[in-house]
């Protein structure tokens, strides 16, 4: 995977995001830390307020954290952030994480 970090133990590839195609999210962040026996990526796409097409998916476990494939809609910016299965968050600090969305 690409050198795309970003704070709290994410990983995103490739970056830039185009519309239509699959992007990487890897999770190592304070959940993968605690133990959490299950983590869920909680994303949704659009305006930072109120977010579209918003949808809770299971992460699968691997040795450098958990990851999750999944498309990029075109819906502008993908936001995310992840919970556990015991109703725990980490949502970056309150400002969860976002990348832009590009048309191709």
Request: net charge negative.
């Amino acid at each position: 995977m690409a050198e795309n970090m970003y704070p709290g133990g994410v990983r995103i590839d490739p970056l830039p995001a185009t519309a239509g195609q699959e992007v990487c999210i890897l999770y190592s962040g304070l959940l993968a830390n605690s133990g959490a026996d299950q983590v869920y990526l909680h994303v949704g796409y659009g305006d930072a307020g109120k977010w579209k097409k918003v949808e809770d998916v299971e992460m699968d476990k691997t040795g450098y954290g958990w990851v999750k494939v999944l498309p990029a809609h075109d819906l502008g910016a993908m936001h995310f952030c992840f919970h556990d299965s015991a109703h725990n968050w980490d949502n970056n600090n309150g400002v969860n994480w976002t990348i832009q969305v590009h048309n191709g």
